[in-house]
């Protein structure tokens, strides 16, 4: 059991500690433990300046820190991300009965921002398409080209969009049934260049006797296209339309889909639905991409709005 240290070489050593009972207990890897090291340095280096300790501060003394966080500009993920290296490392000291009390129990947790979905333009999106025809061989163009129209014409989960199932493609539909979160079904719409481009992939598809047999849309040996095969696809793809690739995600096109239809017009109960969200709050976050379209919805929809504009 650690005994109570008050000097700095003292505090590094409980800082050593603590680094070493969570690898341990947790099987933290590496780069977690540099995090929490980096971190913890930077909380004792504060607190020393001030003549106190990790097993002395009090909350006044963290509630300090967190003020010269802010100040400082540190982002409040950032300073979330120190409070809970604070916290872990103040119940290991009240655990090994260095200190008395964790402090951090009357701090409260930083408030998060928002973080607003990152999307692509419409010309960004047609130009990853027109990437995706020209790609070679012309089978991985048809797939590609397929899987990218799929999804932005229906907001799907990378997950949803590489396990869909061969059966619902093989009837001329305009709608496809998917199965989302828990299980839940919901029904998309598609839309002609989407069903073009998947019943041009469905002909290729279908004359390679490797996928002949497949249950799945997107076939790969004895599964499916995965997730990571896709998002890696499709920033090659973002590479060769002059888009840089750490801009492209499956999740990017999604979100791009969401923010599309709602400058469009959409409204946010059609595209709760469309997207799978189980709340609504959930969908509410594409608003805040578009402040102008909320109040443009007010002028063109409210009737005083309307009284006004006829006077």
């Known amino acids: 059991m650690p005994k ?35 971190d913890l340095a930077s909380c004792l280096e504060s607190l020393s300046q001030a003549g106190r300790h990790f097993d002395s501060c009090d909350a006044d003394d963290l509630r300090g820190l967190l003020a010269e966080w802010t100040v400082s500009g540190l982002a409040a993920r950032s300073v979330a991300r120190r409070l809970s290296a604070l916290r872990q490392m103040m119940a290991w000291l009240v655990e090994e009965r260095v200190r008395p009390d964790n402090p951090c129990r009357w701090i409260d947790n930083p408030k998060q921002p928002a973080a607003l979905p990152k999307s692509l333009s419409e010309e960004e999106i047609t130009a990853l398409i027109t990437a995706a025809r020209a790609l070679a061989p012309a089978a991985e163009a048809l797939r590609m080209t397929a899987m990218l129209e799929l999804l932005y014409a229906t907001g799907l989960r990378v997950s949803e969009l590489v396990s869909l199932p061969v059966d619902q493609f093989r009837r001329e539909l305009e709608t496809v049934i998917v199965t989302g979160k828990g299980g839940k079904e919901r ?48 920033k090659r793809v973002g590479a060769a339309a002059g888009i840089d690739p750490r801009r492209v995600s499956p999740h990017v096109v999604r979100h791009s889909f969401a923010t599309h239809m709602l400058n469009r017009g959409a409204d946010l109960r059609g595209l709760q639905t469309l997207l799978g969200h189980a709340d609504i709050s959930t969908t509410q976050i594409y608003t805040k991409t578009r402040p102008d379209r909320l109040a443009g919805l007010v002028a063109a929809a409210h009737p005083l709005a309307k009284a006004n504009q006829g006077d």
């Not at 070493?20 to 433990?33: E, Y």
């Not at 998947?198 to 290729?204: G, H, K, N, S």
């Open 187 to 234: 029904l998309v719409a598609m839309g002609t260049p989407a069903r073009d481009a998947t019943a041009a992939w469905m002909a290729a598809r279908d004359a390679t006797e490797a996928f002949v047999t497949s249950p799945y849309l997107f076939p790969f040996r004895d599964s499916h296209v995965s997730r990571q095969q896709f998002a890696a696809a499709l």
């Open 4 to 38: 109570q240290q008050t000097s700095r070489t003292g505090q590094d050593q409980l800082v050593t500690e603590f680094l070493q009972a969570m690898a341990a207990d947790r099987g933290l890897a590496a780069n977690s433990i540099a995090a929490y090291e980096r």
